[in-house]
């Protein structure tokens, strides 16, 4: 139980190593049909269904013989195909890797594949050196993680002062708010005041009238005040400052990493939105119930500026990045 417990460990290690190579082979301008047919083999992979997984390689190789990450997908099915027990199919597939794709960053890993079949004594070293990778990366995780909480403290600390401000705030505010509904209602009451003097005005004017001979001047008459025109205003509406965008378009975003855990996630996206970015967590059903939790940076409806946003991320914080297609 214990050697199949440290295998299982093994295999998801070195999935996570070799995942962060293969998201730097994976084309930015690539289809989001190309990308789901990779994600989707590669979750069969990760949740252990290996003759799923194959299938959906193959199709995409079929589908896709000419991707720049055909290599990367070729790497898969060959691990799909150990998981069969297939070593054979796999020894071949690894082989035309190293055909096709000299230069290909996955040679080293395919070389490792094929030197696995060596003898047990370097299958056990290889286990030891992934899990002395292995605990590097836990001990680099906690103090990355002991780093966010720290920076997280520091915020709530921050937000505690912004809040007592923004109470202050709004209390003078409430007191601004208070004398301008003052004003209005004294307003209001000399508009009324007005409008009663002018009613007694025209009374007047009526009764004076009234009092005068019949027989008036004509120049006189003229000189009557005529009643004021009121000149009449024209609105005119403001334009939409903003126009929604349709619905049936795909949305892009930049995927730094996936995890399986939603904790990882969060303090992930948590240290890049300290860094300035808009980072999020997306949560991912597959077709099987399995659930993966992606951090994503930024939205766009256009490919494009999500692809120089990754170009922009890829060359200031020196990480592989790819486009995630909602």
Not at 7 to 34: F, G, P
Not at 65 to 77: C, G, H, I, Q, R
Not at 177 to 183: A, G, I, P, Q, S
Not at 235 to 259: C, M, N, R, W
Request: neutral net charge.
């Amino acid at each position: 139980m214990g050697k199949g417990v440290c295998k299982n460990k093994i295999e998801v290690i070195i999935v996570t190593l070799l995942s962060v190579l293969l998201l730097t082979i994976l084309d930015t301008y690539a289809s989001c049909r190309e990308f789901e047919l990779f994600d989707q083999g590669y979750e069969y992979y990760l949740s252990y269904q290996p003759e799923k997984a194959a299938e959906t390689f193959k199709m995409s190789i079929k589908e896709f013989p000419d991707s720049f990450a055909k290599d990367a997908v070729m790497f898969w099915l060959g691990k799909s195909l150990i998981q069969l027990k297939s070593f054979e199919d796999a020894r071949k597939v690894f082989s035309e890797i190293k055909q096709q794709f000299p230069e290909s960053p996955f040679i080293q890993h395919v070389d490792r594949e094929l030197e696995k079949k060596g003898g047990n004594e370097a299958e056990a070293n290889k286990i030891k050196a992934d899990v002395g990778d292995a605990v590097k990366i836990k001990d680099n995780l906690e103090a990355r993680l002991a780093g966010a909480e720290e920076k997280a403290r520091l915020i709530e600390v921050d937000l505690s002062k912004a809040i007592e401000e923004r109470d202050k705030l709004k209390s003078v505010l409430e007191e601004e708010k208070k004398k301008t509904e003052e004003t209005r209602a004294r307003l209001t009451e000399l508009e009324k005041r007005e409008k009663e003097l002018k009613t007694l005005l025209a009374k007047f004017e009526e009764q004076q009238i009234k009092k005068q001979p019949e027989r008036i001047e004509s120049s006189q008459e003229q000189q009557k005040p005529q009643p004021a025109v009121k000149e009449s205003k024209t609105v005119t509406p403001l334009p939409h400052a903003f126009e929604a965008k349709p619905d049936g378009k795909s949305i892009y975003s930049v995927q730094v990493s996936v995890f399986k855990n939603e904790a990882n996630a969060v303090a992930l996206a948590k240290e890049f939105k300290k860094a300035g970015y808009d980072a999020f967590t997306y949560k991912s059903t597959t077709k099987d119930k399995g659930i993966l939790y992606r951090v994503l940076i930024s939205r766009f409806i256009n490919m494009k500026e999500a692809a120089e946003l990754a170009n922009s991320i890829r060359a200031k914080e020196k990480i592989d990045v790819v486009i995630f297609c909602e």
